[in-house]
Protein backbone atom coordinates (compact mmCIF):
# COMPACT_ATOMS: atom_id res chain seq x y z
CA UNK A 1 0.00 0.00 0.00
CA UNK A 2 1.41 3.81 -0.43
CA UNK A 3 4.27 4.52 1.14
CA UNK A 4 2.45 8.29 1.54
CA UNK A 5 5.38 11.30 1.89
CA UNK A 6 7.96 9.17 3.81
CA UNK A 7 11.37 10.20 2.87
CA UNK A 8 14.47 7.62 2.36
CA UNK A 9 17.71 9.08 2.66
CA UNK A 10 20.95 6.20 1.59
CA UNK A 11 24.12 5.71 3.49
CA UNK A 12 26.91 3.41 2.65
CA UNK A 13 27.79 -0.05 4.33
CA UNK A 14 30.69 -1.47 4.21
CA UNK A 15 30.75 -4.85 4.36
CA UNK A 16 29.49 -6.45 0.82
CA UNK A 17 27.89 -3.04 -0.62
CA UNK A 18 24.95 -3.87 1.38
CA UNK A 19 22.48 -0.87 1.04
CA UNK A 20 21.21 0.59 3.95
CA UNK A 21 18.21 3.35 4.69
CA UNK A 22 17.38 5.70 7.06
CA UNK A 23 13.25 6.21 6.51
CA UNK A 24 11.06 8.95 7.90
CA UNK A 25 8.10 7.76 8.06
CA UNK A 26 4.74 9.43 8.36
CA UNK A 27 3.63 9.14 12.10
CA UNK A 28 7.46 10.00 13.18
CA UNK A 29 11.53 9.01 12.85
CA UNK A 30 11.77 4.82 12.20
CA UNK A 31 15.23 4.23 11.43
CA UNK A 32 16.36 0.79 10.17
CA UNK A 33 18.50 -0.80 6.78
CA UNK A 34 18.11 -1.91 3.60
CA UNK A 35 19.45 -4.23 1.55
CA UNK A 36 19.16 -3.88 -2.20
CA UNK A 37 18.30 -7.26 -4.41
CA UNK A 38 22.11 -7.03 -6.08
CA UNK A 39 22.90 -6.70 -2.60
CA UNK A 40 21.64 -9.69 -1.76
CA UNK A 41 22.88 -11.67 -4.66
CA UNK A 42 26.30 -10.60 -4.55
CA UNK A 43 26.36 -11.75 -0.74
CA UNK A 44 24.68 -15.15 -1.15
CA UNK A 45 27.76 -15.62 -4.39
CA UNK A 46 30.50 -14.05 -1.82
CA UNK A 47 29.70 -16.62 0.58
CA UNK A 48 29.13 -19.84 -1.12
CA UNK A 49 30.38 -21.46 -4.49
CA UNK A 50 27.24 -23.30 -4.95
CA UNK A 51 25.01 -20.32 -6.26
CA UNK A 52 23.01 -21.99 -9.07
CA UNK A 53 19.49 -20.62 -9.58
CA UNK A 54 16.49 -22.66 -10.81
CA UNK A 55 14.75 -20.89 -13.97
CA UNK A 56 15.94 -17.11 -14.41
CA UNK A 57 19.13 -15.78 -13.13
CA UNK A 58 18.80 -12.40 -12.36
CA UNK A 59 22.75 -12.01 -12.16
CA UNK A 60 22.53 -12.55 -15.78
CA UNK A 61 19.24 -11.33 -17.15
CA UNK A 62 17.63 -7.79 -16.74
CA UNK A 63 14.78 -8.63 -14.11
CA UNK A 64 11.85 -6.52 -12.55
CA UNK A 65 10.05 -8.03 -9.85
CA UNK A 66 5.61 -7.51 -10.03
CA UNK A 67 4.02 -7.45 -7.07
CA UNK A 68 0.48 -7.20 -6.43
CA UNK A 69 -0.58 -5.48 -2.65
CA UNK A 70 -4.19 -6.28 -0.46
CA UNK A 71 -6.08 -9.56 -2.85
CA UNK A 72 -7.20 -11.25 -3.65
CA UNK A 73 -10.62 -9.70 -4.96
CA UNK A 74 -12.57 -10.42 -7.91
CA UNK A 75 -10.22 -8.98 -10.14
CA UNK A 76 -7.53 -11.37 -9.50
CA UNK A 77 -8.81 -14.28 -11.31
CA UNK A 78 -9.05 -11.87 -14.82
CA UNK A 79 -5.16 -11.14 -13.29
CA UNK A 80 -4.18 -14.69 -13.37
CA UNK A 81 -5.22 -14.76 -17.05
CA UNK A 82 -3.48 -12.28 -18.19
CA UNK A 83 -0.14 -13.48 -16.75
CA UNK A 84 -0.73 -17.24 -17.15
CA UNK A 85 -1.03 -16.12 -21.36
CA UNK A 86 1.90 -13.96 -21.02
CA UNK A 87 3.89 -16.40 -19.38
CA UNK A 88 5.18 -14.15 -16.18
CA UNK A 89 5.11 -14.27 -12.58
CA UNK A 90 4.32 -12.22 -9.89
CA UNK A 91 4.15 -11.77 -5.95
CA UNK A 92 1.32 -11.77 -4.45
CA UNK A 93 0.96 -9.82 -0.75
CA UNK A 94 -2.34 -10.78 0.34
CA UNK A 95 -4.54 -9.65 2.97
CA UNK A 96 -6.18 -11.74 5.24
CA UNK A 97 -9.51 -10.84 6.29
CA UNK A 98 -11.81 -10.49 3.72
CA UNK A 99 -9.30 -11.61 1.04
CA UNK A 100 -7.57 -14.64 1.70
CA UNK A 101 -10.43 -16.18 3.75
CA UNK A 102 -13.19 -15.09 1.53
CA UNK A 103 -11.53 -15.94 -1.70
CA UNK A 104 -9.52 -19.65 -1.08
CA UNK A 105 -10.10 -20.74 -4.49
CA UNK A 106 -7.66 -17.55 -6.03
CA UNK A 107 -5.52 -17.87 -3.56
CA UNK A 108 -4.75 -21.71 -4.35
CA UNK A 109 -4.85 -21.25 -8.26
CA UNK A 110 -2.18 -17.87 -7.16
CA UNK A 111 -0.09 -20.92 -5.45
CA UNK A 112 -0.68 -23.21 -8.11
CA UNK A 113 0.32 -21.60 -11.24
CA UNK A 114 3.82 -20.87 -9.65
CA UNK A 115 3.03 -17.25 -8.84
CA UNK A 116 4.30 -16.25 -4.93
CA UNK A 117 1.93 -15.97 -1.58
CA UNK A 118 3.26 -13.33 0.30
CA UNK A 119 1.63 -11.69 3.42
CA UNK A 120 -0.04 -7.93 3.60
CA UNK A 121 -0.82 -8.52 7.46
CA UNK A 122 -4.56 -9.59 8.21
CA UNK A 123 -6.25 -6.31 8.40
CA UNK A 124 -3.57 -3.77 7.17
CA UNK A 125 -3.09 -2.29 10.64
CA UNK A 126 -0.03 -0.26 10.75
CA UNK A 127 2.52 -1.86 12.36
CA UNK A 128 4.64 0.56 13.99
CA UNK A 129 1.73 2.14 15.41
CA UNK A 130 0.07 -1.03 17.19
CA UNK A 131 1.16 -3.04 20.40
CA UNK A 132 3.65 -5.75 19.87
CA UNK A 133 1.02 -8.84 20.37
CA UNK A 134 -0.92 -7.18 17.93
CA UNK A 135 1.66 -6.04 15.35
CA UNK A 136 2.84 -10.29 15.60
CA UNK A 137 -1.26 -11.05 15.42
CA UNK A 138 -1.27 -9.14 12.35
CA UNK A 139 1.29 -11.09 10.72
CA UNK A 140 1.01 -14.49 11.77
CA UNK A 141 -2.95 -14.49 11.50
CA UNK A 142 -2.71 -14.34 7.71
CA UNK A 143 0.59 -16.98 7.82
CA UNK A 144 -1.67 -19.53 9.30
CA UNK A 145 -4.60 -18.93 6.68
CA UNK A 146 -2.72 -19.08 3.80
CA UNK A 147 -0.83 -21.91 4.72
CA UNK A 148 -4.25 -23.55 5.79
CA UNK A 149 -5.64 -22.86 2.39
CA UNK A 150 -2.60 -23.91 -0.18
CA UNK A 151 -0.46 -25.56 2.84
CA UNK A 152 2.59 -22.87 1.94
CA UNK A 153 3.87 -20.46 4.26
CA UNK A 154 4.17 -17.19 3.06
CA UNK A 155 8.32 -16.00 3.14
CA UNK A 156 7.88 -12.48 2.52
CA UNK A 157 6.33 -9.54 4.20
CA UNK A 158 4.97 -5.96 2.91
CA UNK A 159 4.28 -3.85 5.98
CA UNK A 160 1.34 -1.35 5.21
CA UNK A 161 2.11 1.91 3.57
CA UNK A 162 5.75 0.64 4.12
CA UNK A 163 6.17 1.56 7.53
CA UNK A 164 8.63 -0.82 10.39
CA UNK A 165 11.01 -0.22 12.12
CA UNK A 166 13.20 -2.53 14.56
CA UNK A 167 10.37 -3.73 16.66
CA UNK A 168 8.44 -4.87 13.85
CA UNK A 169 12.03 -6.49 12.27
CA UNK A 170 12.28 -8.40 15.14
CA UNK A 171 8.68 -9.44 15.24
CA UNK A 172 9.31 -10.66 11.30
CA UNK A 173 12.50 -12.22 12.23
CA UNK A 174 10.57 -14.36 14.73
CA UNK A 175 7.58 -15.25 11.96
CA UNK A 176 10.20 -16.00 9.79
CA UNK A 177 9.38 -13.55 7.31
CA UNK A 178 11.25 -11.02 5.51
CA UNK A 179 10.31 -7.83 4.50
CA UNK A 180 9.62 -6.21 1.22
CA UNK A 181 9.57 -2.81 0.31
CA UNK A 182 9.05 -1.32 -3.67
CA UNK A 183 10.74 1.19 -5.90
CA UNK A 184 7.96 1.42 -8.57
CA UNK A 185 4.93 2.87 -7.34
CA UNK A 186 1.85 3.81 -9.76
CA UNK A 187 -0.79 4.92 -6.94
CA UNK A 188 -3.20 3.35 -8.51
CA UNK A 189 -5.33 3.77 -5.29
CA UNK A 190 -6.00 7.03 -6.93
CA UNK A 191 -6.64 6.69 -10.36
CA UNK A 192 -8.76 4.28 -12.18
CA UNK A 193 -7.10 5.14 -15.77
CA UNK A 194 -5.50 2.76 -16.47
CA UNK A 195 -3.13 4.45 -19.15
CA UNK A 196 -2.35 6.34 -16.29
CA UNK A 197 -0.91 3.67 -14.80
CA UNK A 198 0.51 1.65 -17.18
CA UNK A 199 2.78 4.97 -17.82
CA UNK A 200 3.59 5.87 -14.35
CA UNK A 201 4.89 2.22 -14.03
CA UNK A 202 6.87 2.40 -17.22
CA UNK A 203 8.13 6.07 -16.28
CA UNK A 204 9.71 4.65 -13.16
CA UNK A 205 11.42 0.82 -13.63
CA UNK A 206 14.44 0.15 -13.52
CA UNK A 207 16.58 -2.66 -13.29
CA UNK A 208 16.02 -5.14 -10.00
CA UNK A 209 13.80 -2.89 -9.13
CA UNK A 210 10.09 -4.03 -7.71
CA UNK A 211 6.72 -2.63 -9.15
CA UNK A 212 3.80 -2.15 -6.18
CA UNK A 213 0.46 -2.75 -8.13
CA UNK A 214 -3.28 -3.51 -6.30
CA UNK A 215 -5.16 -5.93 -7.55
CA UNK A 216 -8.34 -4.83 -5.84
CA UNK A 217 -9.18 -1.58 -8.12
CA UNK A 218 -10.65 -1.64 -11.36
CA UNK A 219 -8.35 0.25 -13.32
CA UNK A 220 -5.18 -1.70 -12.37
CA UNK A 221 -5.32 -5.10 -14.23
CA UNK A 222 -6.56 -3.59 -17.75
CA UNK A 223 -3.08 -2.04 -17.31
CA UNK A 224 -0.95 -5.20 -17.26
CA UNK A 225 -0.88 -6.41 -20.36
CA UNK A 226 0.45 -2.61 -21.57
CA UNK A 227 2.79 -2.96 -19.21
CA UNK A 228 4.03 -6.73 -19.34
CA UNK A 229 4.34 -5.94 -23.37
CA UNK A 230 6.66 -2.78 -22.92
CA UNK A 231 8.81 -4.32 -19.92
CA UNK A 232 9.40 -7.46 -22.41
CA UNK A 233 10.11 -4.65 -25.42
CA UNK A 234 12.54 -3.13 -23.24
CA UNK A 235 14.49 -6.42 -22.59
CA UNK A 236 13.13 -6.99 -18.96
CA UNK A 237 12.47 -10.05 -17.04
CA UNK A 238 9.26 -10.55 -14.93
CA UNK A 239 10.23 -12.04 -11.52
CA UNK A 240 9.13 -12.94 -8.65
CA UNK A 241 10.47 -11.21 -5.31
CA UNK A 242 12.43 -14.42 -4.68
CA UNK A 243 13.10 -15.23 -8.05
CA UNK A 244 14.91 -11.56 -7.81
CA UNK A 245 16.95 -12.10 -4.57
CA UNK A 246 18.13 -15.57 -5.85
CA UNK A 247 20.83 -16.76 -5.24
CA UNK A 248 20.11 -15.25 -2.22
CA UNK A 249 17.28 -16.25 0.16
CA UNK A 250 14.79 -13.79 1.80
CA UNK A 251 16.16 -13.41 5.59
CA UNK A 252 13.45 -13.55 7.99
CA UNK A 253 12.98 -10.07 9.64
CA UNK A 254 15.36 -7.99 6.73
CA UNK A 255 14.26 -5.44 4.80
CA UNK A 256 14.44 -5.65 1.21
CA UNK A 257 13.92 -2.23 -1.33
CA UNK A 258 15.80 -1.76 -4.59
Request: net charge neutral; charged share 25%; glycine share 6%.
Amino acid sequence: MPFGSSRVRRRTVPALAMAAAVALALGGCASYETTAPRAARDRASAVSQDTAVQGVDCRKATCVALTFDAGPSEYTPGLLDILKRENAHATFFMLGKNHVVEHPDTVRRIVAEGHEPANHTWTHRILTEIPSAEARAEISRTQDAVERITGRRPVLMRPPQGRTDDEVSRICAELGVAQVLWSVTAKDYDTNDSALIQQRVLDQVRRDGIILLHDIYPGTVPAVPGILAELHRRGYTVVTVSQLLAPAAPEPGRVYRP
